[in-house]
Nanobody, 120 residues
Framework: EVQLVESGGGSVQAGGSLRLSCAVSTLIFDDYAIAWLRQVPGKEREGVSCISSRPTSITYADSVKGRFTISRDNAKNTVYLQMNSLKPEDTAVYYC?????????????WGQGTMVTVSS
């Protein structure tokens, strides 16, 4: 069974940092890019960042460039999203998802989501 499991969400004050983790099943880790997306209730889901497998390429949404960093640890089958200088508008449920490549339009597998709350 393919699983993506997020962790690391929580509550933080504006300007603070959090690191999200996405543990990915061995079955797919080497073959898929992993994306982070976020969604606020009542709003459209937003792509935040994506990292491909090989060769490694990375994309960021303009809203998080310079503040968020995505990385992958191939030994641990885990993708991280380091979030610094957090703003209240970063508050959302964050999901990781597996996609064949970062500019594709179909996500094949999803995690359950982790809540991030940034207070002012």
């Amino acid at each position: 069974e393919v699983q993506l499991v997020e962790s690391g969400g929580g509550s933080v004050q504006a300007g603070g940092s959090l690191r999200l983790s996405c543990a990915v099943s061995t079955l797919i880790f080497d073959d898929y890019a992993i994306a982070w997306l976020r969604q606020v209730p009542g709003k459209e889901r937003e792509g935040v960042s994506c990292i491909s497998s090989r060769p490694t390429s990375i994309t960021y949404a303009d809203s998080v460039k310079g503040r968020f960093t995505i990385s992958r640890d191939n030994a641990k089958n885990t993708v991280y999203l380091q979030m610094n200088s957090l703003k209240p508008e970063d508050t959302a449920v964050y999901y990781c998802a597996a996609i064949l490549w970062c500019d594709y339009d179909k996500y094949d597998y999803w995690g359950q989501g982790t809540m991030v709350t940034v207070s002012s």
